[in-house]
DNA sequence: AGTCCACTGGAACTTGAGGAAT
DNA sequence: ATTCCTCAAGTTCCAGTGGACT
């Protein structure tokens, strides 16, 4: 959808987005530059150096991964690249399977096709290609076999994305041996007057002049703890509501109500992802204030039909703990279950 | 300072679905 | 058709852990 007249407020809504991929990234120009020089040796078609960039939500990891390839990609045209997220994608398969697809290959099928069949077929693109392999969210991968098989691919681009720097370190020997000369790159919190840098951009390509005065776009720089993300959903929820009403200027208002709701809306995503039995367990746990191993099985057992067993609720809640939805307090006899 | 046992999480196994081969 | 694979998701089993309670 493009700019319409009848806008007041908003000129092209996509460039409101946290996705949105800018044609010029403003700041992290040392992080840009060394995924540059770890990526650039697969243009002369030698092996590049495999990297985990790491970093609290909303730091520009993703938007830079992709940022640089896109750049190098101006070079280098048949540079290709798969993303994969292990949030969404957690097994072996499922991953190998994704990330063939992603580069276009997708004469394997769904079932019936051994896993290794597909590992072999992208070491084989890897090794006659020049590509990248977007690993998001690695701290979401339940086996490490995943990262063994990555690594073997040392003529492929590995960029690993995770929150924290700690991720691999209980991962098996093996595997942190082939990760070994990884490099490690930090993304940290913006400062607020990068935050406020980004907006400023994202106002002059996705809204309409006089829409939002400069103190504004500060105000939710500094209101937004360092994550683009939440800033930029801020400024797109604010200017929605805006549009709504028909007015010509965002106003104070809306934009403090803004924030929460944009805090809500991405906890409200995570929740998508959950199945029924998940949700029922969440939102006992919401239900209370702390709720004890033992009684949290009892409840859920009452409310469902079909119940999952102890080990499926534990692997459940260690998932949604993952997810930052709950938090587990002690071990052995006393544990317990809060909400986040 | 020791026993008890609720709770954890790894590993092996089962189930069910679905594509391929016969 | 049916047999043979594969996979994801779940279950069963159990050694290990560490709090609670003596």
Redesign the pocket.
């Known amino acids: 959808m493009g700019p319409s007249s009848e806008n007041q407020i908003i000129a092209d809504r996509k460039v409101l987005t946290a996705d949105y991929l800018p044609n010029k990234m403003v700041h992290r120009d040392s992080e840009r530059k060394q995924i540059a020089s770890n990526l650039e040796p697969i243009l002369e078609g030698k092996s590049p150096i495999d990297m985990l960039v790491y970093g609290d939500p909303g730091t520009g990891k993703t938007a830079m991964s992709r940022y640089v390839i896109e750049e190098l990609r101006k070079h280098e045209p048949q540079l290709k690249y798969a993303y994969i997220n292990c949030f969404k994608h957690?097994?072996?398969?499922?991953i190998f399977y994704t990330l063939l697809n992603n580069l276009g290959h997708k004469m394997v099928?769904?079932?019936?096709?051994?896993?290794?069949e597909i590992v072999q077929k992208l070491e084989e693109i890897a090794s006659k290609n020049k590509i990248v392999l977007v690993i998001d969210e690695v701290d979401q991968l339940t086996e490490d076999e995943v990262l063994y098989e990555l690594s073997r691919f040392t003529r492929a681009g590995l960029i690993m994305i995770a929150n924290q720097q700690t991720v691999f370190h209980d991962v098996d020997t093996r595997v942190r041996s082939r990760l070994s000369g990884r490099d490690e790159i930090r993304f940290k919190k913006y400062t607020e007057n990068e935050l406020n840098d980004i907006l400023l951009d994202r106002r002059e390509y996705g809204l309409r002049k006089n829409a939002i005065s400069k103190q504004q776009i500060r105000k939710i720089a500094v209101k937004s703890n360092g994550d683009a993300r939440r800033a930029i959903n801020t400024l797109r929820i604010a200017a929605q509501k805006a549009e709504q009403k028909k007015q010509k200027e965002i106003s104070q208002k809306q934009i403090k109500t803004a924030k929460p709701e944009a805090i809500k809306k991405q906890k409200q995503k995570t929740v998508e992802k959950l199945?029924n039995?998940q949700k029922i367990l969440l939102e006992i746990i919401q239900n209370d204030n702390r709720i004890?191993?033992?009684t949290l099985?009892e409840e859920y057992r009452a409310q469902t039909e079909k119940?999952?067993?102890?080990?499926?609720l534990?692997?459940y809640?260690?998932k949604m703990e993952n997810y930052n939805l709950i938090k587990?307090y002690?071990?052995?006899?006393?544990?317990a279950y809060e909400k986040l």
Not at 90 to 94: A, G, H, L, R, V
Not at 109 to 116: E, K, M, V, W
């Open positions: 957690s097994t072996k398969f499922d099928h769904r079932q019936g096709t051994p896993t290794d199945n039995h004890s191993s033992t099985y119940s999952k067993s102890k080990r499926t534990r692997r809640l260690n587990s002690g071990k052995g006899k006393g544990t």
